[in-house]
């Protein structure tokens, strides 16, 4: 895969806590209609369509990382170089969690134009994550153990 894939993929990542507590803010807990009869499963679930899609995007890309990372990031050999510097790059987790977790809770998701603009700001976003080194924010990384360092080498290659 390409490395700008692998970079979408890791942004829509960083996300799923947002997709969770959209899904918790968008979900429709009636169960009976304007005249009080009981709702049929079929039709509570066609009410939370974008709750239950959120949760299954969710778990896919859990699933998927998972998986990817099993296969692709294991040790291969042992190159020689030698290390310069090393910087942590999850010191910006408790910004990340401030400056995008915080205002989509505070966003309003009840009309198609609300989602449509939520849509809109969170390709937005996407786009900048893929084409810079925003990918280190990524604390659901954290979630399943993983930091993320940068390793300059003394020939000048991070």
Same mark, same amino acid.
């Given at each position: 895969m ?39 499963s ?24 998972? +998986? /990817?990372?099993?296969?692709t =990031?294991?040790?291969? %050999?042992?190159p020689? !170089?030698? @290390?310069? $510097?090393?910087?942590?790059?999850h ?21 198609v134009?609300?989602m ?12 900048i ?5 925003? +990918? /280190?924010?990524?604390?659901? =990384?954290?979630?399943? %153990?993983?930091?993320? !360092?940068e @390793?300059? $080498? ?5």
């Amino acid at each position: 895969m390409t490395q700008g894939i692998i970079r979408y993929i890791l942004f829509l990542l960083a996300y799923v806590p947002i997709y969770l507590i959209a899904a918790l803010k968008t979900i429709d807990p009636t169960t009976t209609d304007k005249c009080g009869f009981k709702l049929t499963s079929n039709q509570i679930a066609l009410n939370n369509v974008i709750p239950i899609l959120l949760v299954i995007v969710s778990f896919l890309l859990i699933i998927y990382f998972k +998986i /990817y990372s099993k296969l692709t =990031l294991k040790p291969k %050999g042992n190159p020689l !170089f030698t @290390i310069k $510097t090393i910087k942590a790059q999850h010191k910006e987790y408790i910004s990340y969690l401030g400056t995008y977790i915080l205002p989509f809770v505070a966003l309003e998701t009840k009309t198609v134009f609300d989602m449509i603009a939520v849509t809109f700001m969170f390709l937005t976003i996407g786009f900048i994550f893929s084409k810079t080194k925003l +990918i /280190y924010t990524n604390p659901t =990384l954290t979630f399943f %153990g993983y930091d993320i !360092f940068e @390793i300059e $080498t003394e020939d000048g290659k991070t």
